[in-house]
Structures are given as structure tokens and as C-alpha cells.
T-cell receptor, first 119, second 113 residues
Framework: DVKVTQSSRYLVKRTGEKVFLECVQD?????MFWYRQDPGLGLRLIYF???????EKGDIPEGYSVSREKKERFSLILESASTNQTSMYLC??????????????????FGEGSRLTVL | KQEVTQIPAALSVPEGENLVLNCSFT??????LQWFRQDPGKGLTSLLL?????REQTSGRLNASLDKSSGRSTLYIAASQPGDSATYLC????????????FGAGTILRVKS
């Protein structure tokens, strides 16, 4: 079974702190994603990566950065946390679909989520 | 811009009923469509993935169909159980939209024992 592990299930941080959210997948997937989920707004893509050291902005990248130094690990960084970044953060990974381009990804697998509260 | 709509927003049924959840999308140029379930406070669990060239996929009591031309997918759950209670989301991967999935808002399902 595919396992996507998010290191922290619950975090409480103060405004202005630097926050790291870590995600590790064990299936050698090329693609990794960070979403946030908010009531009434659904899931929104923050960043994704289709290879080591490669990243692409999603729909709401402002206030976030990412790092992918190793294929299995994708980190989301909040340089200076703000209260409007209080949310559920979800990491996902997927293989590249056979015969497809880097954008034609296969099935998406999610981690358990990290609930971040910024005070 | 691709929009994904899920109807109904919420559904409550007695145990044992067969039920259908609906997902519609506005742009038929998709790579695939995926159904997920989400339990409260948890991540999403993949249920079924349908590629654009496929018409349906089955897994146990679940069957998902895809009609790309009409922009519709249905998730059929047979013989529902209380453990099926969760939020069900569909998501489409749009051609020409990079690596992004567009998610519906979900259907909250409650199966009463």
C-alpha cells in the first residue's frame, strides 16, 4: 500500500513564526503536492513538484514556499505564519502515468493531514 | 475554467440502501476523474480512478461511471453500511491545466443503522 506520511498531525504556532510541514512518501512517486482545505472553500493547491528540485506554483502560493531535495520528501514552509494560514494542510503523491507526460499523472494518494493553528 | 459540482450536498439513508452520488464537470477535456472519501479530521482516501478512455471502474461495493461527453460521473454504493458514512469528493484532472486537479465540494453521506 502507498503510504504518505505527514510528520505533524496538529501544530499550534504564533504569528510570525517560521513553520515547516514535512511529507514523506514510500512509493517512489515522481509527483508530490501540497493542498490546504478550508470549510466552504474546498481543497486548493498550493504547490506541486514533478521531480527532485522541481516545483510549480498552484492556485494559492502566496506566503508559502516548498523544498524537494529528495524524491520521497516534500516540505511546505511558511516563512512568517499569519492567522489566515490557519488550516488543514494535506500532502499528496502520485506516480507519473505510464506513457504520459509529466502532467498526465496517475492516481493521487493523500496523507492524514496536518491541522495548523496560528495564534 | 473547469468547475466541478457534486449533488446532493448531503444525504442520509438507512443501512442497506443502494445509493448514487453525482459529480458533474463543465469541461470535458480531462485526463481522468478520481473519487475520494474523507472521514472527519482526516486526509482523503482514494476510492476509484477512471481514465478518460474508460467508462467505469469497480471496487467491491463501489462502482464509478464516467460519461465524458456529458460531463458526468456517478458513484454507486451498493448495500450501504454505517461505516460508509463520510464525505465523498470527486476531482478531475484537466488537460492543459498543468498538474492540477479540480475538486468538487463533496457530498456528506450518513448511513443510519
Amino acid at each position: 500500500d502507498v503510504k504518505v506520511t505527514q510528520s505533524s498531525r496538529y501544530l499550534v504556532k504564533r504569528t510570525g513564526e517560521k513553520v515547516f510541514l514535512e511529507c514523506v512518501q514510500d512509493m517512489d512517486h515522481e509527483n508530490m503536492f501540497w493542498y490546504r482545505q478550508d470549510p466552504g472553500l474546498g481543497l486548493r493547491l498550493i504547490y506541486f513538484s514533478y521531480d527532485v528540485k522541481m516545483k510549480e506554483k498552484g492556485d494559492i502560493p502566496e506566503g508559502y514556499s516548498v523544498s524537494r531535495e529528495k524524491k520521497e520528501r516534500f516540505s511546505l514552509i511558511l516563512e512568517s505564519a499569519s492567522t489566515n494560514q490557519t488550516s488543514m494542510y494535506l500532502c499528496a503523491s502520485s506516480p507519473q502515468a505510464v506513457g504520459g507526460s509529466i502532467f498526465d499523472t496517475g492516481e493521487l494518494f493523500f496523507g492524514e493531514g496536518s491541522r495548523l493553528t496560528v495564534l | 475554467k473547469q468547475e466541478v459540482t457534486q449533488i446532493p450536498a448531503a444525504l442520509s439513508v438507512p443501512e442497506g440502501e443502494n445509493l448514487v452520488l453525482n459529480c458533474s464537470f463543465t469541461d470535458s477535456a480531462i485526463y481522468n476523474l478520481q473519487w475520494f472519501r474523507q472521514d472527519p479530521g482526516k486526509g482523503l482516501t482514494s476510492l476509484l480512478l477512471i481514465q478518460s478512455s474508460q467508462r467505469e471502474q469497480t471496487s467491491g461495493r463501489l462502482n464509478a461511471s464516467l460519461d465524458k461527453s456529458s460531463g458526468r460521473s456517478t458513484l454507486y454504493i451498493a448495500a450501504s453500511q454505517p461505516g460508509d458514512s463520510a464525505t465523498y469528493l470527486c476531482a478531475v484532472k484537466v488537460i492543459g491545466y498543468g498538474n492540477k486537479l479540480v475538486f468538487g465540494a463533496g457530498t456528506i453521506l450518513r448511513v443510519k443503522s
